[in-house]
């Protein structure tokens, strides 16, 4: 195999570059090219020298780099494999891909090249869930964590924005029908998971060509609280204040400005169109 290592050595804290040794050895009887990044723009241009080549392009790093190279493959058509190596790796979580990086390397070579959905926001591709609500006050503090918590930033991100929240108006058009909402969050995935294995959207596939919405009314503090750690499980959607429905188009506004955070990054503003893709993408994952 020709296979291109893109690699953000930053992620979970300089995780990524301290596994960048190890995962070289495990793919090191391969025609490989291990290429570190400097920013989302750099891994852009990486995956198009790499796809020129006619290689595999292997992300490494969370699902910040994972879900910038898969639109970058999937724009030119092109194959990718990935490796675990930042704080949340929901993506690998939610397909089955190990969590340990030399264990996924096995996948890389021995797995099977799968279509999978992409999802977009304002054109933008993610591979996971785009929120707003909530969950972007979740991610706006978790980016400017200097606490070396691992993946208990997100628990303690989301402990930390409940004592501060106040409700919001949203209002969504789920392909075509018009819904408005007061209360925590409105969230449209592409894969079931964010934050570090909370199951948000217990039922949702990359394969179906669907996004699930999932959206949170207004309850108490304590309520919420309460209900905050089912999401590691996926129970909470049985709460009274959780909807949940799939669409292929979904519109976002709301009443103050939120930046929409798909899969650990700020990738659009609101108002926000999200679409998907169906079997975008090419990606190698478990037989």
């Known amino acids: 195999m020709r296979l291109q290592l893109v690699v953000n050595p930053a992620a979970g804290g300089g995780r ?3 596994r960048i040794p190890a995962v070289t050895r495990a793919l090191a009887a391969h025609d490989l090219v ?11 241009q990486l995956v198009a020298e790499a ?4 290689r595999v392009v292997v992300a490494m790093g969370g699902d910040g780099i994972v879900g910038r190279v898969a639109g970058a493959v999937a724009a030119e058509g092109g194959t990718m494999g990935v490796i675990p190596g930042g704080r949340g790796n929901d993506f690998c979580r939610s397909v089955g891909i190990p969590m340990d990086p030399i264990a ?3 996948v890389v070579l021995n797995g099977t090249a799968r279509a999978v959905d992409l999802g977009y926001a304002n054109g933008r591709a993610f591979i996971g869930i785009a929120s707003i609500g909530f969950d972007s006050d979740v991610q706006e503090r978790v980016l400017t964590s200097r606490v070396p918590l691992g993946q208990l930033t997100y628990l303690v991100g989301s402990l930390t924005t409940v004592l501060q929240w106040k409700p919001a108006h949203f209002s969504y058009t789920a392909d075509g029908v018009q819904h408005d909402l007061e209360g925590w969050s409105v969230a449209v995935a592409n894969t079931g998971m964010y934050g570090g294995g909370m199951r948000l959207a217990p039922d949702a596939s990359v394969t179906d060509g669907l996004l699930d919405v999932v959206t949170s009314s207004t309850t108490s503090r304590g309520t919420f609280l309460k209900a905050l750690p089912k ?3 996926g129970t909470h959607v049985q ?5 949940t429905s799939t669409a292929r ?13 798909a899969d650990g990054d700020p990738i659009a503003t609101l108002p926000c169109t999200i679409t998907v893709k169906p079997g ?6 478990p037989r």
């Not at 291990?34 to 852009?44: G, R």
């Not at 188009?249 to 955070?261: E, I, Q």
């Not at 975008?280 to 994952?285: F, K, N, P, R, W």
């Open 280 to 285: 975008a993408l090419q990606v190698i994952l």
């Open 231 to 233: 999401v590691f499980k």
């Open 104 to 106: 996924a390397c096995a």
């Open 16 to 18: 990524g570059a301290k």
């Open 239 to 243: 709460e009274p204040s959780v909807t």
């Open 34 to 44: 291990v290429t570190p990044t400097t920013s989302l723009e750099h891994a852009d």
């Open 249 to 261: 188009k979904v519109v976002l506004t709301s009443d103050r400005p939120f930046r929409v955070f």
């Open 51 to 54: 796809l020129a080549q006619d």
